[in-house]
Structure formats: C-alpha cells, structure tokens
C-alpha cells in the first residue's frame, strides 16, 4: 500500500525499518524441516477470496486475464 509524501512522490506505508524488523522476525522463527508445498493450489484460494470479497466493476476481468496468461 502506498501513500503520497507531501511533495507528490509515492512512499511506502511501512518503512525500511519496520521491513527489516519483520524480515528477521521471520527468519529467526523460520524452521524448515524439508517438506515441499505447491503454491499454485494456495494462491488460487486466495485469488477466488479476493475476488468475491469486492469486485470492482471490471477489476475482475482484468485480474483473471492477469492471472492466466
């Protein structure tokens, strides 16, 4: 998400700092044990929830079009 800085440029909503404070929360409770997962199925659910949650009028062609070519 992204907001406008006063002088007109885009900046992001989180800062680098609040990015960097994330990055190592995830890695230091990262702890693979070597499965594999397919993400494809995953973000299929999660594209269908977005979708129904609030299509914009014609946002949803665009997305699907997006999405599968």
Do not use: C, N, W
């Amino acid at each position: 998400m992204a907001t406008h800085a006063p002088d007109g440029r885009e900046r992001s909503m989180f800062s680098s700092s609040d990015g960097t404070a994330i990055m190592k929360q995830i890695q230091a409770t990262h702890a693979p044990d070597g499965r594999e997962f397919s993400v494809k199925p995953l973000l299929h659910i999660v594209e269908d929830i977005f979708l129904r949650a609030a299509p914009a009028l014609g946002m949803t062609s665009i997305v699907q079009q997006q999405v599968y070519t």
